[in-house]
């Protein structure tokens, strides 16, 4: 990707511990990796449960479920 790029991480809410919220901690490391490689990612709410986006120049390159997201470990 380009260093100048518009990077988003979409991200919805999800369950825990019996209460539904928009929760960042899983993303963490997601946004850690894109800062180390010169990237600054915005981060937008999505009403969609459970998943998350990363939408660079206004494609989504990857989708998941944030809880297949490891919480503050950064991807190498």
């Not at 380009?2 to 990077?7: A, F, G």
Request: a neutral charge.
């Amino acid at each position: 990707m380009p260093q100048n790029s518009l990077v988003i991480i979409r991200y919805g809410p999800y369950e825990s511990c019996g209460v539904v919220d928009y929760r960042t901690f899983r993303l963490d490391g997601l946004r850690a990796a894109l800062k180390a490689c010169g990237y600054s990612p915005v981060l937008e709410k999505t009403p969609e449960w459970n998943q998350v986006e990363l939408v660079v120049n206004g494609e989504i390159v990857y989708k998941c479920s944030i809880k297949d997201l490891e919480f503050g470990r950064l991807i190498s």
